[in-house]
């Protein structure tokens, strides 16, 4: 097995892309597929029905998250798993996870076109709400799938209208009946464009992930007073809007001040009640978000936000707390997985970039459960989250047939 070529059926692997290109399309032709909305729902029914199609088993689990599984000759042992996600940004693009999630169908089938068998069987997973666009944290099914949240904190979770993922998955028809995790995992493999700019640079079409940057997300909870924004006078004031935006330039300032190290200090989104003219707002909610390639950094960079909540409180005489905060990133791959990839695509005359990960991937999870490994294949101008994000099927090829041959290898051990 480990000493064969496998090919894909590229141009079929490019029909599934340009397939779901179609569903959900966004106000620039790029994607608008929001975890469990009418579009993302329509891509789950389409992805179902290929995997039916093929003969494989399809599994839905009581968050969504839809499997598709290749029997194996020793169908006890534990599954390869191939995953990424469906769901895009607002405002997203055509590529980001959905690449992945395509390549492992187009692993499974081009494993029937060739009449190979493998020993473990092979199952590929679409992770609900990764994108964290409708409902937060990101990755948010594969952080319980691990074993890392409880399902019913998901269960729990609410969009900005106040519906939540229980109510979400019911309505569009994926509440299913199997357990969230809880079994074992033999590997995880997940292929994902790159979301920056690297790979194009260096003019190499496969990245091995070595890691990812050690990232911390807050939601801060700003409290004021309603106030008439004519008469009242400006000691008096207590303007939740003023609140958070003092908090929103303070942690952009942080970001900044690290950017020597690569630290990276975002404010996501702003809130605010009632956000209307003529009216001072009395609460206001703030997502943020900062990272940075090493652990030291990204805790150093967490100590300036605490410390400086206190000082932009005072400064807006309003109340500042972090009502939530979640981490992801750091893990180190495991080396067994990036070795076996590396020795494929030396074999297949791949060229790979040893490289690390600045945004958020469910295998950061799955890291924590199975031996996990993360592929990257470049992405125009490294553009992403934006409806301009681009690649070619001459950019992704490598990078899936690569995932083939990988995977292949792993699952006849």
């Not at 090919?7 to 892309?17: E, L, P, Q, S, V």
């Not at 290749?70 to 599954?79: Q, T, Y």
């Not at 640079?201 to 911390?216: E, F, K, L, Q, S």
């Not at 909610?285 to 300036?304: G, N, Q, V, W």
């Amino acid at each position: 097995m480990t000493g064969t070529n496998l090919k894909i059926d590229a141009a079929r692997f490019w029909d599934t892309i340009e397939a779901s290109a179609a569903i959900g399309v966004g106000r620039q032709g790029g994607l608008r597929r929001l975890a469990l909305d009418a579009a993302d729902a329509e891509m789950r029914r389409l992805f179902i029905r290929w995997g039916e199609e093929a003969g494989y088993g399809v599994t839905v689990d009581r968050l969504g998250d839809i499997f598709l599984r290749r029997a194996g000759a020793d169908d006890s042992l534990a599954p390869v798993l191939i995953g990424s996600h469906l769901d895009t940004q607002a405002a997203g693009g055509r590529y980001d996870g959905i690449v992945g999630v395509l390549a492992g169908l187009e692993v499974l089938r081009s494993l029937d076109d060739l009449g190979i068998e493998t020993r473990r069987p092979v199952e590929v997973v679409n992770w609900t709400n990764e994108e964290g666009a409708r409902f937060t944290p990101p990755m948010m099914a594969s952080q319980v799938f691990a074993g890392r949240q409880t399902e019913a904190w998901a269960l729990a979770r609410t969009d900005d209208d106040g519906v939540t993922v229980a109510e979400a998955l019911t309505e569009a028809g994926f509440m299913g009946d199997a357990p969230v995790g809880g079994r074992p995992i033999d590997s995880y493999f997940e292929l994902h464009i790159e979301q920056g700019p690297d790979l194009e640079a260096a003019g190499v079409p496969v990245g091995i992930v070595t890691g990812g940057y050690v990232a911390r997300g807050m939601r801060l909870g700003i409290r004021g007073d309603n106030a008439h924004s004519g008469p009242t006078p400006m000691h008096k004031r207590k303007n939740a809007l003023v609140g958070a935006a003092t908090a929103a330039v303070a942690v952009d300032e942080i970001g900044w001040r690290y950017a020597h190290a690569d630290g990276k200090a975002t404010v996501a989104r702003l809130e605010a009640w009632p956000n209307k003219p003529g009216i001072l707002s009395s609460e206001a909610t703030l997502f943020i978000d900062f990272r940075s390639p090493d652990a030291a950094t990204t805790a150093a960079m967490e100590a300036e936000v605490r410390a400086a909540l206190p000082d932009c409180a005072r400064r807006s005489r309003t109340e500042i707390a972090i009502a939530e905060d979640w981490t992801f990133g750091g893990p180190a791959f495991d080396p067994a997985l990036m070795a076996l990839c590396r020795e494929t695509a030396r074999r297949l005359g791949i060229e790979t970039l040893d490289l690390m990960s600045q945004a958020g991937h469910d295998a950061y999870h799955l890291s924590h459960l199975c031996p996990s490994v993360l592929l990257f294949t470049p992405c125009e101008g490294g553009v992403s989250h934006n409806e301009r994000e681009a690649t070619t099927l001459e950019a992704q090829a490598p990078g899936v047939t690569l995932l083939l041959n990988a995977v292949a290898a792993r699952a006849s051990a």
